[in-house]
């Protein structure tokens, strides 16, 4: 079956430093993958989809890549700030014709002042 | 812009009773939404896919007449939670897609927090 695993251990960093969150599927053949972020109690807002084709995708401090041999994607958040502390999910979509999206748990971002 | 409403943001009530939530595209006109379910640090399960004029899709396990989905317009569906019981406790979720967009993301509104008593 479809799996998706994303860190179930809260990354703890300090300001500043990059964040780097994974995110490794299996046996599924996704169009794309997204990124969203969610905040307690809140629903997840989306913050980067990047295509099977696309290896790479930047957006202001936001870096992700996707590497479909490997069934794995990185998501790097640079200059880390406190603010940046959140849930952060995975989800793949595209791989039939429905735009349906499977997530991921998600890890927790705590960046320290 | 793409914004999209939910409603109510919480509901506490006793056991046996229906509770209806809303799901509204503000700003765009939205023939597919989805309704998810989620528990405390777990991911996202989708629910079912409701399309505008037709019958929802629901997701294997889930039960329709339990949770009913009405797609009456372009901007706002709903899920019913039918003689709801204590189990069905959660955060429910529900999201849009906008018409014409393709690879595009969902847009999510802000959730429900069911308690039954």
């Known amino acids: 079956s479809q799996k998706i695993e994303q860190n179930s251990e809260a990354l703890n960093i300090q300001e500043g430093k990059t964040a780097t969150l994974t995110c490794n599927y299996t046996?599924?053949?996704?169009?794309?993958l997204q990124w969203y972020r969610q905040d307690p109690g809140r629903g997840p807002v989306f913050l980067l989809l990047?295509?099977?084709?696309?290896k790479e995708k930047r957006k202001e401090r936001l870096k992700v890549t996707f590497d479909t041999t490997l069934k794995q994607s990185l998501f790097h958040i640079t200059a880390s700030q406190p603010a940046d502390s959140a849930t952060y999910l995975c989800a793949l979509g595209g791989a039939d014709s429905s735009y349906k999206l499977i997530f991921g748990s998600g890890t927790r971002l705590l960046v320290r002042p | 812009g793409a914004v999209v409403s939910q409603h109510p943001s919480r509901v506490i009530c006793k056991s046996g009773t229906s509770v209806k939530i809303e799901c509204r595209s503000l700003d765009f006109q939205a023939t597919t939404m989805f309704w998810y379910r989620q528990f405390p640090k777990k991911s996202l399960m989708l629910m079912a896919t409701s399309n505008e004029g037709s019958k929802a899709t629901y997701e294997q396990g889930v039960e329709k007449d339990k949770f009913l989905i009405n797609h009456a317009s372009l901007t706002l569906s709903t899920l019913t939670v039918t003689s709801a019981h204590p189990e069905d406790s959660s955060f429910y979720i529900c999201s849009a897609l906008i018409d014409g967009v393709s690879n595009q993301p969902q847009h999510f509104g802000d959730g429900t927090r069911l308690s039954i008593l």
């Open positions: 990047i295509r099977e084709n696309e």
């Open positions: 046996n599924y053949s996704p169009a794309y």
